[in-house]
């Protein structure tokens, strides 16, 4: 079952002598339960395709469809609603609440949705995450992969049709990247959530079901 469609999808920056085409023409798919790495250099374009797909940023053309939505045919309001049931995001820095602790900052997102959290889910959640005896703690008092682990829970913890990863190791020692990877690959097979991953690492990418490789804008191999 197709979850993800990108079609024609281009972002230009500027005009005239200062135009920058970051993203031209992209198109693909991705199928349910499916770990796509993406991978390239720096500048690659790979970090705006991410934006885009989960309608952090708008494109200058093309269109994004997740579960048959085509998310920029929803007005700001209704996409930020989307994207915060719909979509998981998980940054290189973490991006956590500092006044709130490892719960709290994994529960946001049903919080900001009044939602009522499920506390078996959230104790499965917090068993898988190596975090149950870290729960009550601040992230100034985690190490950068417990840090880490928290920004995965509070990715998986809606549910989401997708998660995006956004270069999730790149800021953690090859101890910790392993940890984060093993636990997206359990994610992935476990929990059958479908994940897209950005990378500049090879190595990290061959975790994937598949790779996607994109560079000055465009996909070059796909396999």
Excluded: W
């Amino acid at each position: 079952m197709e979850i993800l469609k990108v079609e024609n999808l281009t972002k230009v920056y500027g005009k005239g002598n200062s135009k920058v085409v970051a993203l031209d023409n992209v198109s693909f798919t991705v199928e349910k339960g499916e770990f796509v790495a993406i991978v390239g250099a720096s500048g690659s374009g790979k970090s705006t395709l991410l934006h885009l797909i989960g309608g952090v940023d708008k494109p200058t053309s093309g269109k994004v469809f997740i579960d048959g939505v085509d998310i920029f045919n929803l007005s700001d309001d209704k996409l930020a609603i989307f994207r915060r049931r719909q979509v998981g995001l998980i940054y290189q820095f973490y991006n956590l609440i500092p006044i709130l602790n490892v719960e709290e900052n994994i529960t946001l997102p049903l919080s900001l949705d009044n939602r009522e959290v499920a506390k078996d889910k959230l104790n499965e959640l917090l068993d898988l995450l190596g975090l149950s005896n870290r729960r009550g703690h601040l992230p100034n008092e985690l190490s950068g992969g417990q840090q880490q682990r928290t920004s995965i829970g509070r990715a998986l913890i809606t549910n989401p049709t997708i998660i995006l990863a956004d270069e999730p190791t790149g800021n953690l020692d090859s101890k910790s990247s392993d940890e984060i990877v093993t636990l997206l690959k359990k994610s992935n097979k476990e929990f059958k959530q479908t994940i897209i991953m950005i990378t500049h690492n090879m190595e990290i990418a061959k975790c994937a079901d598949r790779i996607i490789k994109i560079e000055d804008g465009k996909i070059i191999k796909e396999g």
